[in-house]
């Protein structure tokens, strides 16, 4: 389990922290530990280590907790296209038509642009405008003309798909998956932390229980040397 690369300046940082804010326990190290995939540390020193360092080597390493927090980083993109489909959408093209032959020089130049996006009440509202302007020459005439239109168009539903519920669903599941992979990733790093504490209680133990069994075995070859 290799971890992802720093990505501490991706586009899904701002709607996990923005998950994290409606959960309740979502502290500031949880989302740290979210947005920011540290890079691999350097192995540490033979020696000891302390509690602090020890929950710091497995939130980077641990394997279940990665797997969280790139299932996190894929809702969290998700959920940005998402909403990105139901925002504004702008398109526009441009044209330029050169044509010539013996006697007549003609050039026409088009744009047309178009701007939509859903309305709140599950309709659609769509804005287009074009213009053209053309212009012929010949030995014995000069002309020039242009053109320009638009047009707004409004679509309601009024029974079946109206309503911010119908017509919103994918965006309304899309940001409860999101809330789900947030409590999930929090749950799975309180699991880690958990794990982290026993097994670095239980070594302390056991190095307690060597130590005892070194000094007994001492004391057992100080008695037999009297």
Known sequence: GCPSPDRSHQPGDRLIRESAATI???????IADAVVAPPPAPPAPPGEIDMPTALRLASQRNRDLQTRRDALRRQALSLRGTRRDYGLSIAGTLGYVLSS???T??????????????????GSLSVSAATSL???????????????????RIEQPLLAG???????????????????AMRAFAIERQWAAIGVVSDFYQLLAQMAAVENARLNAQQSTLLRQR
């Open 162 to 180: 109206a309503g911010y519920t119908a017509s919103h669903q994918p965006l309304i599941q899309a940001e409860r998956d999101m809330v789900y």
């Open 101 to 103: 032959d013996e006697t």
């Open 24 to 30: 309740p326990g979502g502290t500031s190290n949880t």
């Open 105 to 122: 020089d003609s050039r026409t130049s088009t744009m047309d642009i178009s701007a939509g996006g859903a309305l709140p009440l599950g």
């Open 134 to 152: 053309g212009s012929s020459r010949s030995d014995e005439t000069n002309s020039t003309d242009s053109t320009v239109s638009g047009g707004v």
